[in-house]
């Protein structure tokens, strides 16, 4: 069943002279479940794509549809709706708050919403990340790699359809990299969500179940790995 369909996606920056288009009509379509990667060079449009995909940038022209509803079609208030319960979005840098500690942290984007915490999924995210015992703890008394699960609990507590990766490794090193892209493939399959990484790592590439490249902003290949 398809969870997301893009159409003829563009992205301009800049005018005259300075125009810079990042994606050039970009469109694919991705089945509920799937392991998704996306690679490419620095500044081929993938990031680009990933933070339409969720809700965050706005493309210049195109279509992207979410369990069949139009995205840019909603005002900024679903938007925002739509980037807390319907997508969960992973970074580099981990962007966690330093005065919050890891339980507010993963529970930040339930409590913005409103509502009550899932204790029991909340438990449930700390085992299965390693933090539990450690729910007390700000940012800067964790690794680099711990900080990346609370990052991850973050995007996966309000059990979105879809989760997306910014280079979640890019700043780990070969055995905590393994982990996270662990972690994720678990989640990947134990919640059935669909997982969309960009990456510039060719190993955690050939772990998903496809690979899409992207070069100038366009689609030069598109390989399903496994079914």
């Known amino acids: 069943m398809e969870i997301l369909r893009v159409e003829n996606l563009t992205k301009v920056y800049g005018s005259g002279d300075n125009t810079v288009k990042a994606l050039d009509g970009v469109s694919f ?22 933070h339409i995909l969720g809700g965050v940038d706005y493309p210049t022209s195109g279509k992207v549809y979410m369990d069949g509803q139009d995205v840019y079609r909603k005002s900024e208030e679903q938007l925002a709706v739509f980037r807390r319960r319907e997508v969960g979005l992973i970074y580099q840098f981990y962007n966690l708050i330093p005065v919050l500690n890891v339980r507010e942290n993963i529970t930040l984007p339930v409590l913005m919403d409103g509502r009550r915490v899932n204790e029991e999924r909340l438990s449930e995210l700390l085992e299965i990340l390693g933090l539990t015992g450690r729910e007390k703890h700000l940012p800067n008394q964790l690794s680099g790699g711990q900080q990346q699960r609370v ?6 507590m309000n059990a979105p359809a879809v989760v997306l990766a910014d280079e979640p490794t890019g700043n780990l090193d070969s055995k905590n990299s393994q982990d996270i892209v662990d972690l994720l493939k678990l989640s990947n399959k134990k919640y059935d969500q669909t997982l969309i990484v960009i990456t510039h790592d060719e190993n955690i590439a050939l772990q998903a179940d496809r690979v899409i490249a992207i070069e100038d902003g366009r689609i030069v290949r598109d390989e399903e790995l496994r079914k």
């Open 151 to 156: 990052s991850i609990g973050r995007a996966l």
């Open 29 to 50: 379509s991705v089945e509920k479940g799937q392991f998704l990667a996306i690679i490419g060079p620095s500044g081929s449009g993938k990031s680009t794509l990933l």
